[in-house]
């Protein structure tokens, strides 16, 4: 993990960090997966 990120030495918790980072990318990701589908249902649905 270190070798990949250098930067997160000079953090006193690089573990938490990466696993906050984490977590937002995930929250992201599904967000933005929930809202494409509804999307894809209201194109679907005006058709």
């Not at 006193?12 to 894809?40: D, M």
């Amino acid at each position: 993990m270190q070798e990949h990120f250098p930067f997160t030495t000079d953090l006193a918790k690089p573990q938490k960090q990466y696993a906050a980072i984490c977590f937002l990318y995930r929250l992201n990701y599904q967000v933005s997966r929930c809202i494409f589908n509804v999307e894809i249902v209201i194109v679907e649905t005006g058709r």
